[in-house]
């Protein structure tokens, strides 16, 4: 069976990678301007970011879309 997604552009990369490149891209003010969520907002850190998304999975797929939108040309 072939575990290869070539169309999925999520396909090994970590939540926290995700985050993380977002943060470095956008900075918190942004994201929180583009996404409204809380985590965002208020005293945010990639740690408190990632405990929301992994337990939100609205909030998780537009990080993820935003992710994809914003890389998918690099």
């Known amino acids: ?15 926290e990678t995700v985050v ?10 942004q994201l929180a301007n583009r996404i409204s969520i809380n985590c965002f907002k208020n005293d945010p850190s990639v740690k408190s970011t990632l405990k929301f998304l992994r337990r939100t ?7 993820e879309n935003l992710y994809v939108a914003t890389f ?3």
């Open 57 to 63: 999975p609205w909030a998780r797929e537009q990080v």
């Open 72 to 74: 998918a040309l690099c």
């Open 20 to 29: 993380e490149k977002l943060v470095d891209y956008y900075g918190w003010e």
């Open 1 to 15: 069976m072939n575990t290869e997604q070539p169309r999925n552009l999520m396909h090994g990369i970590t939540l």
